[in-house]
């Protein structure tokens, strides 16, 4: 499967940022989806997670209640809604994505396929 993120971009704190990451090659159902972001001189971090269906979802501490992950399979396409955006934020976000759901591997970044990222800037 081939991954593509899109929808980043510079906003001011406070302000929200909707990214999306297109699938293609393969049956976008069969995925597990994720997203992760690594910030200058920092390692990549999770983010959230949701699973084939969307039934299931989960988060980093640091975004639980500002973000909000979501997929459209008709569209292949996973969405993180980003709210209440703040400096720390700023990163480059990626979408990964794993055939099989294991909340312990995936938060830490252990995913089978990865996108190129796009780039998230917060300012203060």
């Known amino acids: 499967v081939q991954l593509q993120a899109s929808g980043g971009g510079l906003v001011q704190a406070g302000d929200s940022l909707r990214l999306a990451c297109e699938a293609s090659?393969?049956?976008?159902?069969?995925?597990?989806m994720g997203w992760f972001r690594q910030a200058p001189g920092k390692e990549r971090e999770f983010v959230a997670t949701i699973t084939w269906s969307g039934d299931m979802t989960a988060y980093a501490d640091s975004v639980k209640g500002r973000f909000t992950i979501s997929r459209d399979n008709a569209k292949n396409t996973v969405y993180l809604q980003m709210n209440s955006l703040k400096p720390e934020d700023t990163a480059v976000y990626y979408c990964a994505a794993d055939l099989y759901y294991n909340d312990y591997e995936s938060r830490r970044g252990v995913m089978d396929y990865w996108g190129k990222g796009t780039q998230v800037t917060v300012s203060a």
């Open positions: 090659g393969s049956t976008f159902s069969n995925y597990v």
